[in-house]
């Protein structure tokens, strides 16, 4: 079984029917829809076809609506505009067909925070500029690196704190929609502080739909501890974490996060470019094979296709091999499993029963750990460990189930939680027996919260047979 969850990306490439039926029969755990390239229309629609996929394959499939965030982009700009280098280009604020020698932008205050000298990059810095003048709002510039532009392109400014809102008007409008329609996860896009994941938790009110936080701003490497607290979710989205900062501290700053998201027992996604040349061609290059197997090895939660299954030629095919990849990474000489200590204090009850249920999958061989879940909380906690056993969530809840999909090695089970500690093991060990999820007479471990009853408070483990 493999243990990495996949996230992929729905769009153009992956709209029709029987295309998503074939992604999630290939490992999708995930899907995640992007507001930044679609209306609402349209994800609603991705929606509903997503849950109808789900549905058919008798699967649990979370839908993740990653927000558009703060992004600088260009706006409309006419066919053919290509920068040339030495020449001079200008960004205005406004709305505007842009060309060759000026675009415009949606965000009066642009020019306020730049100077001579700065630099802007276009396109995940395919395109850079150095700024010459600023004057009447408009911020004149040199090309540094010439290249086509296009509409909607992003504009990086590394090293330049930007007075934007961290939840936009259109995201707040995609945020109400997402919530009314049951999305299962929210992706919060260029968070720079933990204040920018409480006002997003603020704006959600009581719905226990989880934030992943997304690392893509310099920012934000200097906020990292306080993120993960506030956060449920971390994404290390590496294609404007690039921009941002340099090529060559993204694989040491992925390493950081994904340490200290486990850590913490935060879920981890590692995002952006993983199988970037399957967007066009049927197979990886050796550098995104290992790429991929690198972040499997060092125990992330998840990895994410974008442009490979939304736009590229081969959706399916990238979803397979992202698979193929995970599971022989996970079962060679070199995978590692994680440590099984406590991570809390003496007074942490779920830390120390946690620890404790992996010790015994480890030491007495066990088919699985079987973590009977109301809210999620108990089944994060064993998977943190990364015990050598599968992990069964039992919820009644099919939501849960489905957010349950970014965590590692986590096989969601819908399935009753009597009040009657007795009949819910009964009902639990055998809803895992008849889902072939460990056979009859094998021994599995079982972990709940039973005298408190609050979620998340784990209290109790012990070892019972799957009845024949």
Do not use: Y
Not at 75 to 99: K, M, Q, Y
Not at 175 to 190: H, K, M, R, T
Not at 212 to 226: G, P, S, W, Y
Not at 232 to 245: I, K, S
Request: charged residues 25%.
């Amino acid at each position: 079984m493999r243990r990495t969850k996949i996230v992929a990306t729905i769009g153009p490439a992956s709209d029709a029917p029987e295309v998503l039926d074939a992604l999630i029969a290939a490992g999708m755990d995930v899907a995640r829809l992007n507001s930044s390239h679609s209306g609402l229309e349209q994800l609603a629609e991705r929606f509903v076809a997503v849950r109808e996929a789900a549905e058919r394959a008798g699967r649990h499939v979370a839908v993740m609506l990653d927000l558009a965030g703060p992004k600088l982009r260009l706006g409309e700009v006419g066919e053919g505009a290509e920068l040339v280098d030495g020449s001079v280009f200008s960004i205005v604020p406004g709305a505007c067909v842009g060309d060759s020698a000026q675009a415009c932008v949606d965000h009066d205050s642009l020019a306020e925070a730049l100077g001579p000298g700065d630099r802007l990059l276009i396109d995940d810095g395919a395109v850079e500029l150095s700024v010459t003048e600023v004057a009447h709002g408009a911020v004149h510039t040199r090309v540094e690196v010439g290249g086509p532009i296009s509409s909607r392109k992003g504009i990086n400014v590394p090293g330049v704190a930007l007075d934007i809102e961290s939840v936009t008007a259109r995201d707040r409008e995609v945020l109400g929609w997402g919530l009314e329609a049951g999305v299962d996860l929210v992706a919060q896009s260029f968070v720079r502080s933990a204040t920018d994941v409480r006002r997003l938790r603020d704006l959600m009110g009581d719905r226990p739909v989880p934030i992943v936080a997304k690392i893509e701003k310099a920012e934000a490497i200097t906020a990292i501890d306080a993120i993960i607290e506030a956060a449920d979710v971390v994404m290390v989205a590496r294609g404007d974490l690039g921009v941002e900062t340099s090529a060559e501290e993204v694989p040491v700053l992925q390493r950081r996060i994904i340490e200290a998201c486990r850590g913490n027992g935060v879920p981890v996604i590692v995002a952006t470019q993983m199988l970037e040349s399957m967007t066009s061609a049927p197979r990886p290059t050796r550098a995104e094979a290992s790429d991929v197997a690198n972040a499997i090895f060092d125990l992330v939660d998840a990895v994410m296709l974008s442009a490979e299954t939304a736009v590229g030629s081969f959706p399916v095919r990238s979803v397979e091999t992202m698979a193929r990849i995970a599971l022989h990474a996970e079962r060679s000489d070199l995978a590692v499993r994680g440590s099984i200590r406590s991570a809390g204090g003496p007074a942490d009850v779920t830390a120390a029963v946690s620890a404790a249920v992996c010790e015994l999958a480890a030491d007495l061989d066990l088919d699985a750990v079987v973590t009977a879940t109301q809210s999620g909380a108990t089944t994060r906690a064993v998977a943190r460990h990364r015990p050598p056993a599968a992990i069964v969530a039992a919820t009644p809840d099919p939501a849960v189930a489905r957010r349950l999909q970014v965590v590692w090695g986590v096989r969601p089970l819908v399935v009753p939680l009597a009040d009657d500690t007795d009949l819910m093991l009964d009902s639990v060990l055998e809803a895992v027996r008849d889902g072939g999820l460990a056979a009859p007479g094998r021994k599995v471990a079982v972990t709940a919260g039973i005298a408190s009853r609050v979620p998340g408070a784990t209290d109790f483990v012990l070892v019972r047979d799957v009845p024949a």
